[in-house]
């Protein structure tokens, strides 16, 4: 066949000449001129051989000459079929890069740029795309990701031999935007604005996107410290 193909079995047929004894056999081999009568393999078959396989993924050339019934059977006398046999069972790869400013715990926090490098080396890529959040297929080489959240990246690609990549699944975690902080102190001043008695600062955090992660607070000139009071 001139297709690709991702199953090792090929045949191979042929119309035989004009034979007194008529054609009993064939011999074949792969790639290569034979050296001598018996560099090869043979097959009993009048016009076709089946169950091919190739060493190898990729272009293979098949040789093929025959015997007749009287054994007349000649090894430098062979049919040449170029490119015969296309086999790949790899299946494609697609690359995937994201670049921006990245954070703590895989969260970027700003834009990030996404790029996709789709490859097949032999049969060549029959089609790929990516996902973003469910939304249709697209094939472009990049995106930016801005919005924030988890966003679900899903990329496939196939080859023209029906060889699937695996989907690859992937998350982006987004978050431009900045933790809001309150703060509460129990007791209140008096009128004088004063404090009379020890006090308590409470510190809450806010963040809708990431979630807080806690706060550090210095007094004075003392060293930084965490925790929520």
């Known amino acids: 066949p001139n297709t690709w193909t991702n199953v090792n079995n090929f045949r191979e047929s042929w119309t035989n000449p004009p034979d007194t004894s008529g054609i ?3 011999f074949y081999r792969l790639n290569s001129e034979p050296v001598f009568p018996a560099d090869c393999t043979f097959v009993t078959t009048t016009n076709t051989i089946d169950h ?3 060493p190898a993924e990729g272009i293979h050339h098949m040789l093929v000459w025959i015997v007749d019934g009287a054994g007349n059977v000649d090894h430098t006398n062979y049919r040449v079929h170029l490119s015969a046999f296309r086999y790949d069972a790899t299946p494609p790869s697609v690359g995937v890069a994201s670049q921006g400013p990245l954070g ?5 926090t ?3 740029a996404v790029t996709f490098t789709p490859a097949d080396s032999l049969s060549g890529l029959q089609s790929w795309g990516w996902q973003l959040d469910g939304a249709p297929p697209r094939v472009e080489p990049s995106t930016v990701i801005s919005a924030a959240g988890v966003h679900n990246l899903l990329v496939t690609a196939a080859d023209r031999a029906g060889n699937a990549m695996p989907p690859l699944a992937r998350a982006i975690a987004v978050d431009p935007e900045l933790p809001q902080l309150g ?3 129990v007791p ?3 009128v004088s604005g004063w404090y009379t008695a020890p006090i ?3 510190f809450a955090v806010t963040d809708l996107v990431s979630g807080p992660a806690g706060v550090t607070w210095q007094l004075n000139n003392q060293p930084p410290a965490t925790g929520a009071s």
Do not use: D, K
């Open 24 to 26: 009993v056999g064939a």
């Open 52 to 54: 091919i396989q190739v």
């Open 104 to 108: 703590q715990n895989g969260w970027y």
């Open 110 to 112: 700003g834009t990030v």
């Open 183 to 185: 703060h509460t102190v």
């Open 188 to 190: 209140s001043p008096s």
């Open 200 to 202: 308590t600062v409470s």
